[in-house]
């Protein structure tokens, strides 16, 4: 027997069931899809004049963020207070892993004082499967970004928004341009489309930023970013990860934009309908000139949105495991 059949996958529980969310890797199409009609049915909470649903009150749930973010953390919060759920957000620099606590006794702490989810952005990949391993059973934890490995909101966030412009997947070509090496998003992204059933997934970049073997994660490498976008029906633009790049990878940012930012000359290349994305935080002038930013094919901001009711839908269906929820 293989490892994979011999171990139960954390993430569910005996029925199937989603406990934790820590990555798109395990999960099936019915789940994902789950998920993502789950996110349709909460989308309409944040058009109401009292934006709130009281299906996790009496919850505490712990934004645990040991690295920096703006949409993440902020739309992860929203979600959880339009749930009606408590919500700690834990100020790692101020909190006693400055004076040398371990994460497993600050985690052991907030257990004691009854939280019932953590949401983990660390810098270490496998953070949110380590702390799902020690956490105590009633507790739920939910990925918000770990190293290079994964950011399974995000990507369900990216997915809910291609569904919302494209509907169904199977006929859809996706490019993801950019810095693969370095990107969790990127990994999360393949997994979600290829198991969604999208028709084609290609990354294109420098071959210093795609993964070796990267044909193994399921996607068409291409270095050229005319060629790799030419009819694609989605455009996902990744952020320069700098911060986890060592040694001289480009040779300029000036460079980089000449051979792979998208500007609106490059996007005829894609379909007339294709739509643009990125995660955020936008380099603009590295990954894409403002004109594609702000353009007419820019869904950037919706992805956004779409943060929270995807991320209500993720801790909902986690709590229901925990006799809450959805
Ligand atoms: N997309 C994303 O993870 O953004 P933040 O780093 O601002 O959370």
Same mark, same amino acid.
């Given at each position: 027997?293989?490892?994979?059949?011999?171990?139960?996958?954390?993430?569910?529980?005996?029925?199937?069931?989603?406990?934790?969310?820590?990555?798109?890797?395990?999960?099936? &199409?019915?789940?994902?899809?789950?998920?993502?009609?789950?996110?349709?049915?909460?989308?309409?909470?944040?058009?109401?004049?009292?934006?709130?649903? *009281?299906?996790? &009150?009496?919850?505490?749930?712990?934004?645990?963020?040991?690295?920096?973010?703006?949409?993440? &953390?902020?739309?992860?919060?929203?979600?959880?207070?339009?749930?009606?759920?408590?919500?700690?957000?834990?100020?790692?620099?101020?909190?006693?892993?400055?004076?040398?606590?371990?994460?497993?006794?600050?985690?052991?702490?907030?257990?004691?004082?009854?939280?019932?989810?953590?949401?983990?952005?660390?810098?270490?990949?496998?953070?949110?499967?380590?702390?799902?391993?020690?956490? %105590?059973?009633?507790?739920?934890?939910?990925?918000?970004?770990?190293?290079?490995?994964?950011?399974?909101?995000?990507?369900?966030?990216?997915?809910?928004?291609?569904?919302?412009?494209?509907?169904?997947?199977?006929?859809?070509?996706?490019?993801?341009?950019?810095?693969?090496?370095?990107?969790?998003?990127?990994?999360?992204?393949?997994?979600?489309?290829?198991?969604?059933?999208?028709?084609?997934?290609?990354?294109?970049?420098?071959?210093?930023?795609?993964?070796?073997?990267?044909?193994?994660?399921?996607?068409?490498?291409?270095?050229?970013?005319?060629?790799?976008?030419?009819?694609?029906?989605?455009?996902?633009?990744?952020?320069?990860?700098?911060?986890?790049?060592?040694? %001289?990878?480009?040779?300029?940012?000036?460079?980089?934009?000449?051979?792979?930012?998208?500007?609106?000359?490059?996007?005829?290349?894609?379909? *007339?309908?294709?739509?643009?994305?990125? *995660?955020?935080?936008?380099?603009?002038?590295?990954?894409?000139?403002?004109?594609?930013?702000?353009?007419?094919?820019?869904?950037?901001?919706?992805?956004?949105?779409?943060?929270?009711?995807?991320?209500?839908?993720?801790?909902?269906?986690?709590?229901?495991?925990?006799?809450?929820?959805?």
């Amino acid at each position: 027997m293989n490892n994979a059949a011999r171990t139960p996958n954390i993430q569910l529980d005996a029925n199937g069931r989603l406990r934790h969310f820590l990555s798109i890797e395990g999960l099936n &199409r019915e789940l994902l899809t789950e998920i993502l009609d789950t996110a349709e049915s909460f989308a309409g909470v944040s058009e109401r004049t009292v934006k709130k649903v *009281p299906l996790l &009150r009496g919850k505490i749930i712990t934004n645990l963020f040991f690295e920096t973010s703006t949409r993440t &953390r902020t739309t992860f919060e929203l979600a959880a207070k339009r749930l009606s759920a408590d919500v700690l957000n834990l100020n790692i620099s101020a909190s006693s892993t400055s004076k040398g606590e371990t994460l497993l006794d600050t985690l052991r702490n907030l257990e004691a004082m009854h939280c019932d989810m953590f949401v983990v952005r660390h810098g270490d990949s496998g953070a949110a499967h380590f702390i799902a391993r020690h956490a %105590a059973p009633h507790v739920s934890v939910v990925n918000a970004g770990d190293g290079r490995h994964a950011h399974p909101t995000q990507a369900m966030l990216d997915m809910f928004t291609i569904r919302r412009h494209k509907g169904d997947f199977s006929r859809l070509k996706v490019a993801i341009v950019g810095d693969i090496q370095h990107s969790r998003v990127a990994r999360s992204q393949i997994m979600a489309l290829n198991t969604l059933g999208a028709a084609e997934v290609r990354i294109i970049g420098p071959r210093t930023l795609i993964p070796p073997h990267a044909e193994s994660l399921g996607a068409r490498v291409c270095h050229d970013l005319e060629e790799g976008i030419g009819d694609a029906d989605v455009v996902i633009m990744l952020r320069l990860q700098k911060e986890r790049m060592h040694g %001289a990878l480009l040779p300029s940012e000036h460079e980089y934009f000449q051979l792979y930012g998208l500007t609106d000359k490059r996007l005829e290349a894609a379909r *007339p309908d294709a739509i643009v994305m990125h *995660p955020g935080p936008i380099n603009r002038g590295v990954e894409m000139d403002s004109q594609v930013a702000d353009g007419p094919r820019s869904v950037i901001l919706q992805q956004v949105s779409h943060g929270i009711a995807v991320r209500m839908a993720v801790m909902a269906m986690a709590m229901q495991t925990q006799g809450g929820g959805a």
